[in-house]
Every structure is written in structure tokens, then in C-alpha cells.
T-cell receptor, first 117, second 120 residues
Framework: AQKITQTQPGMFVQEKEAVTLDCTYD???????LFWYKQPSSGEMIFLIY??????QNATEGRYSLNFQKARKSANLVISASQLGDSAMYFC??????????????FGTGTQLKVEL | DTEVTQTPKHLVMGMTNKKSLKCEQH?????MYWYKQKAKKPPELMFV???????INESVPSRFSPECPNSSLLNLHLHALQPEDSALYLC???????????????????FGEGSWLTVV
């Protein structure tokens, strides 16, 4: 069974600084995908970034980058130049292959990020 | 803006009511999902539809009944719910069926804004 671990229940960062949110995973499947989502208090789950297990380079999307260390089974999210609007819950998730079609996401417990002035 | 649209945004229903949550996507995705999220918890998968056929039911009680009328629409019919069913219900979609052993890039799962359900 797949498992995702986020060990930081809450994080604080000063505006304009960078912050790293930790995520470790466990799977015996050599083929997997890792996602980061942002969830503001409004409830919407916003896709941020994706890393495939066979991708050679770390994924980047604007101010978001994923520090993928396959041997350590970690996929940390780095947010550069934090903004007040980045305050939200952040979830790391892993996709499982599913027989019969579709995907199954297993989520970590989340990290609540607060950006301060 | 999300391309997965959920209605209603908020729903309050009694335990004897019958109501439905609706979800629509126009991205040509062939897999659609329902997730349930309780406060301060991660989302939990309820149902997966692939090519309009139910492929996963995560042992969800029968008072929740999913329906996929076509590839763009996904409904969740609610009947005789309990107060503990109050939660955020998230709909999601992705491009296709599960990927093979390689080429997992893409197949991102996109979520809607959710429907906040309160059972009284």
C-alpha cells in the first residue's frame, strides 16, 4: 500500500522569503506520480505541480518547484518569494494505478502555511 | 479558474431529504471522481468513473448514489444522510484511465471548488 507523510502540521514564513514543505512517500511500485495541491479556506483544491517517477528533472511551475529525491523517497515543495495569498493548506498526494480505469490519489495530512508581513 | 464546476456551493438538508450534488467538466476528461473531506482532514476517495462506468466504490454507504449520465457530468445523489455526513464534497476529473508503467506525466487530476454539505 502507498503512504504519504507530511510531518509539518503548520509552518510560518515571512513575506518574500522562500519556504520548503516536506513530503515523504512509500511505495513498492516503480511507476508513480506525485502531486502538490493548495487548498485555501474556500475549499477549492488547486493543482500546483506534478512529478513523475521517471522524470529526470525536478518539476517547476512559476514560484513552485519540487525537490524530488527519489532515493530518499521525498518530494518537497519549495515556494519562492512567498506572498500573503500563499496562506493555505498544502497537500502532497501520490497517484496509484487502478485496475478498471481512473486514478486514485492518496493524500498526506497536509501542512497549514501562514505567510506573515 | 477551475474548469470543474460543482453545484450547489452550499447545501443544507434534513435527514429525510433527497438531494443531489452536480459536477461538470468540459476538458474532454474521461475519468471523474467524488471525494469527501472532513474538517482538518485530507480528502478521501469515494467513487471513480472511467469512461462513464463505475470503476471504484470505496465501500461507500448506499445512502450515497453516484451517477454518470455522460462523459462531462457526474452526480452524487443523497438520501437519508446522517449528521456525520456533513463535509466538503469535491469532484475531480482527469484525462483518462490509469496510465501504464511509463509515461505518467499528464493525467493530472483537477478538482472543483467543492460543495459544502450540512445535514441537520
Amino acid at each position: 500500500a502507498q503512504k504519504i507523510t507530511q510531518t509539518q502540521p503548520g509552518m510560518f514564513v515571512q513575506e518574500k522569503e522562500a519556504v520548503t514543505l516536506d513530503c515523504t512517500y512509500d511505495t513498492s511500485d516503480p511507476s508513480y506520480g506525485l502531486f502538490w495541491y493548495k487548498q485555501p479556506s474556500s475549499g477549492e483544491m488547486i493543482f500546483l505541480i506534478y512529478q513523475g517517477s521517471y522524470d529526470q528533472q525536478n518539476a517547476t511551475e512559476g514560484r513552485y518547484s519540487l525537490n524530488f529525491q527519489k532515493a530518499r523517497k521525498s518530494a518537497n515543495l519549495v515556494i519562492s518569494a512567498s506572498q500573503l495569498g500563499d496562506s493555505a493548506m498544502y497537500f502532497c498526494a501520490m497517484r496509484e494505478k487502478v485496475t478498471g480505469g481512473g486514478n486514485k490519489l492518496t493524500f498526506g495530512t497536509g501542512t497549514q502555511l501562514k505567510v506573515e508581513l | 479558474d477551475t474548469e470543474v464546476t460543482q453545484t450547489p456551493k452550499h447545501l443544507v438538508m434534513g435527514m429525510t431529504n433527497k438531494k443531489s450534488l452536480k459536477c461538470e467538466q468540459h476538458m474532454g476528461h474521461r475519468a471523474m471522481y467524488w471525494y469527501k473531506q472532513k474538517a482538518k482532514k485530507p480528502p478521501e476517495l469515494m467513487f471513480v468513473y472511467s469512461y462513464e462506468k463505475l470503476s471504484i466504490n470505496e465501500s461507500v454507504p448506499s445512502r450515497f448514489s453516484p451517477e454518470c449520465p455522460n462523459s462531462s457530468l457526474l452526480n452524487l445523489h443523497l438520501h437519508a444522510l446522517q449528521p456525520e455526513d456533513s463535509a466538503l464534497y469535491l469532484c475531480a476529473s482527469s484525462q483518462g484511465a490509469s496510465a501504464g508503467s511509463k509515461g505518467l506525466s499528464g493525467n493530472t487530476i483537477y478538482f472543483g471548488e467543492g460543495s459544502w454539505l450540512t445535514v441537520v
